[in-house]
């Protein structure tokens, strides 16, 4: 290689990275004033308070250890982990359910798998307000089904005790999306494995346990993770529900609204971004120990 | 798929089409309400049908709320998202995927890794960010970041760039192309596929966006149609129901259209994010 090609191939090089930077320009912009800029002044804003003159006082871990000395604090961390830790679980066994029985080679096996992934692509204000009209206790039909079969619904969102069992049922509707990424899984298993099972004699509840749940073990994990993400942030419906302060004795509270209540109603900034970073941790630690209870279970 | 025999298919059957009326009853019941009087929520509630039919509801949200101003709105922000998402991304995509250039896969995980970013950081920064520019109040924060890239987008479109042979490149640049060329006429043209599944994307969670607008538009008339609908529901002790129905199946009705007639790309696209982590 002579000293002329070579440096050809350093100008070309040199064009190359130059184009390729301008091309990811707009990105590197939009990430440096929409994302790396927020994280780090969010990171510092929770430092502080809004003082007199609006001005920034710096006042250390006070944020932190005010929240953690708040009861709505503990409050909102409560109800959105017992939300997600019932609700997660009984929706990947119903999404994993519809997609294996829509795996089934059937007639109308479109039409069905339609009806279930409708629902999840509703506006979360439109299903808000929809399931707050049905989960109505004197007007709506749940409780008027129940009524003519002979016994008394309950107060749904009305009643303290309900609002979460409320908020659970109806996020069972949307479990369409999941389901899709299941039934994607399924697809992907051989279907050898299942012929080798059955001439070795494996019935359908064999091949579900030692097929089936082993090889879709990735997809529920992806699936399960993607729950806490969702459910962490939660608020869309919640709010169309039951209103900022989560409905009646705060039980509908989840952290979500919490963080959006403190920094847009009450405009405490400081505390608001303090609430964040805790958000970010305990979603970081969720995932964490997701990620290891599948790990352990794989030895 | 799985093969069963003949009777166990007949449980499956029932169970199927059970379940297939457990998830379409809110729709219907969303649709029936919308067409009933107020009267008969109160006297007959469990009638499914509406007697008398009327659409009293939806001559309300046109005449005694701004209905089609919100439609409008949400029209305007939902195009100019996708405007800027759509060219921002493909361009930025392109650059990820065509060129070599130093730390390009290590910025490529930096994008993946803002992706897991729980919104609620970035958003209150943002909202002072966009306070000090005297935004708030209008549709530019809304509006002007989308024309900075989306990431799923730009995860998608990369990932589809990749597998575009270099040959069609190394070809046209035999006949003088240059790059901007070679985007636009060898990679833009074979993409479309994946853009429309992003397009879709983006449609929908513009067109369903709550957050957003419920922080950055405070005036009645620049509401969108979540907001708008919010508002109406919140605005009263007692719900109209059959206008609050009504209101909500308009909005989900551009999306329910667009599902029936793209449906393998919705269900494509929902498995695409579902594989993306």
Same mark, same amino acid.
């Given at each position: 290689?002579?000293?002329?090609?070579?440096?050809?191939?350093?100008?070309?090089?040199?064009?190359?990275?130059?184009?390729?930077?301008?091309?990811?320009?707009?990105?590197?912009?939009?990430?440096?004033?929409?994302? @790396? =800029?927020?994280?780090?002044?969010? *990171?510092?804003?929770?430092?502080?308070?809004?003082?007199? #003159?609006?001005?920034? $006082? !710096? %006042?250390?871990?006070?944020?932190?250890?005010?929240?953690?000395?708040?009861?709505?604090?503990?409050?909102?961390?409560?109800?959105?982990?017992?939300?997600?830790?019932?609700?997660?679980?009984?929706?990947?066994?119903?999404?994993?359910?519809?997609?294996?029985?829509?795996?089934?080679?059937?007639?109308?096996?479109? @039409? =069905?798998?339609?009806?279930?992934? *409708?629902?999840?692509?509703?506006?979360?204000?439109?299903? #808000?307000?929809?399931? $707050? !009209? %049905?989960?109505?206790?004197?007007?709506?039909?749940?409780?008027?089904?129940?009524?003519?079969?002979?016994?008394?619904?309950?107060?749904?969102?009305?009643?303290?005790?309900?609002?979460?069992?409320?908020?659970?049922?109806?996020?069972?509707?949307?479990?369409?999306?999941?389901?899709?990424?299941?039934?994607?899984? @399924?697809?992907?298993?051989p279907d050898e494995l299942y012929e080798a099972a059955e001439l070795d004699g494996a019935n359908s509840r064999q091949r579900l346990k030692s097929i089936t749940?082993?090889?879709?073990?990735?997809?529920?994990?992806?699936?399960?993770?993607?729950?806490?993400?969702?459910?962490?942030?939660?608020?869309?419906?919640?709010?169309?529900?039951?209103?900022?302060?989560?409905?009646?004795?705060?039980?509908?509270?989840?952290?979500?609204?919490?963080?959006?209540?403190?920094?847009?109603?009450?405009?405490?900034?400081?505390?608001?971004?303090?609430?964040?970073?805790?958000?970010?941790?305990?979603?970081?630690?969720?995932?964490?120990?997701?990620?290891?209870?599948?790990?352990?279970?794989?030895? | 798929?799985?093969?069963?025999?003949?009777?166990?298919?007949?449980?499956?059957?029932?169970?199927?089409?059970?379940?297939?009326?457990?998830?379409?009853?809110?729709?219907?019941?969303?649709?029936?309400?919308?067409?009933?009087?107020?009267?008969?929520?109160?006297?007959?509630?469990?009638?499914?049908?509406?007697?008398?039919?009327?659409?009293?509801?939806?001559?309300?949200?046109?005449?005694?709320?701004?209905?089609?101003?919100?439609?409008?709105?949400?029209?305007?922000?939902?195009?100019?998202?996708?405007?800027?998402?759509?060219?921002?991304?493909?361009?930025?995509?392109?650059?990820?995927?065509?060129?070599k250039f130093p730390a390009k896969e290590a910025l490529f995980k930096v994008l993946l890794a803002t992706m897991m970013l729980p919104a609620q950081v970035t958003?209150?920064?943002?909202?002072?960010?966009?306070?000090?520019?005297?935004?708030?109040?209008?549709?530019?924060?809304?509006?002007?970041?989308?024309?900075?890239?989306?990431?799923?987008?730009?995860?998608?479109?990369?990932?589809?760039?990749?597998?575009?042979?270099?040959?069609?490149?190394?070809?046209?640049?035999?006949?003088?192309?240059?790059?901007?060329?070679?985007?636009?006429?060898?990679?833009?043209?074979?993409?479309?596929?994946?853009?429309?599944?992003?397009?879709?994307?983006?449609?929908?969670?513009?067109?369903?966006?709550?957050?957003?607008?419920?922080?950055?538009?405070?005036?009645?008339?620049?509401?969108?149609?979540?907001?708008?609908?919010?508002?109406?529901?919140?605005?009263?002790?007692?719900?109209?129901?059959?206008?609050?129905?009504?209101?909500?199946?308009?909005?989900?009705?551009?999306?329910?259209?667009?599902?029936?007639?793209?449906?393998?790309?919705?269900i494509n696209g929902a498995t695409i994010s579902g594989i993306k982590g």
């Open positions: 290689m002579n000293e002329y090609t070579l440096k050809v191939r350093k100008r070309t090089f040199k064009r190359e990275s130059v184009l390729g930077v301008i091309f990811i320009s707009p990105w590197i912009a939009g990430f440096l004033i929409f994302t @790396l =800029f927020p994280v780090l002044y969010s *990171l510092y804003l929770s430092f502080t308070m809004t003082g007199e #003159g609006g001005h920034l $006082k !710096w %006042i250390g871990l006070d944020n932190y250890l005010r929240a953690f000395g708040e009861r709505d604090f503990w409050l909102s961390i409560k109800n959105t982990l017992i939300l997600s830790g019932i609700g997660i679980p009984i929706a990947q066994i119903m999404a994993l359910m519809a997609a294996i029985l829509l795996n089934v080679r059937m007639k109308y096996q479109g @039409l =069905f798998r339609t009806i279930f992934f *409708l629902p999840s692509v509703v506006p979360a204000v439109a299903t #808000g307000l929809l399931w $707050k !009209w %049905i989960l109505n206790p004197r007007l709506g039909p749940i409780n008027g089904f129940l009524e003519e079969l002979g016994f008394s619904g309950p107060g749904w969102l009305i009643d303290p005790a309900w609002i979460k069992p409320s908020l659970i049922l109806m996020s069972f509707w949307g479990i369409g999306g999941t389901m899709v990424i299941y039934l994607a899984g @399924l697809q992907n298993i749940l082993p090889m879709l073990r990735p997809v529920t994990l992806f699936n399960t993770i993607m729950g806490i993400i969702t459910s962490f942030q939660s608020f869309t419906q919640v709010i169309i529900m039951l209103d900022m302060d989560g409905g009646i004795e705060k039980s509908g509270l989840v952290y979500g609204l919490y963080i959006y209540t403190n920094a847009f109603r009450d405009f405490k900034m400081g505390y608001a971004s303090a609430l964040s970073w805790v958000l970010l941790i305990i979603t970081a630690v969720s995932i964490a120990i997701t990620m290891k209870v599948f790990k352990d279970r794989d030895k | 798929m799985t093969k069963i025999n003949k009777s166990r298919k007949t449980t499956v059957y029932i169970v199927a089409v059970l379940l297939s009326l457990l998830f379409i009853f809110p729709f219907l019941w969303m649709v029936s309400t919308s067409f009933k009087t107020q009267d008969q929520i109160f006297d007959a509630p469990m009638e499914l049908l509406p007697n008398p039919f009327v659409t009293d509801a939806y001559r309300e949200l046109f005449t005694e709320t701004d209905f089609s101003r919100y439609f409008l709105n949400t029209i305007f922000v939902t195009g100019m998202t996708l405007l800027g998402v759509l060219t921002s991304s493909s361009i930025v995509a392109f650059g990820f995927s065509y060129f958003m209150i920064p943002q909202y002072m960010l966009f306070d000090k520019l005297g935004w708030v109040g209008s549709f530019k924060p809304l509006i002007i970041p989308t024309f900075f890239g989306g990431t799923w987008v730009i995860f998608l479109l990369r990932q589809f760039f990749d597998t575009v042979p270099k040959e069609y490149a190394e070809a046209a640049k035999m006949d003088g192309a240059n790059e901007l060329k070679i985007f636009f006429r060898i990679y833009l043209p074979l993409a479309k596929a994946p853009v429309a599944t992003a397009a879709l994307f983006v449609f929908l969670w513009t067109w369903t966006d709550f957050l957003n607008p419920l922080i950055y538009l405070h005036d009645d008339k620049m509401y969108t149609l979540s907001i708008a609908l919010h508002r109406i529901a919140s605005g009263t002790h007692y719900p109209n129901w059959p206008v609050l129905m009504g209101g909500s199946l308009l909005m989900a009705l551009p999306i329910i259209i667009l599902f029936f007639t793209s449906q393998k790309t919705f």
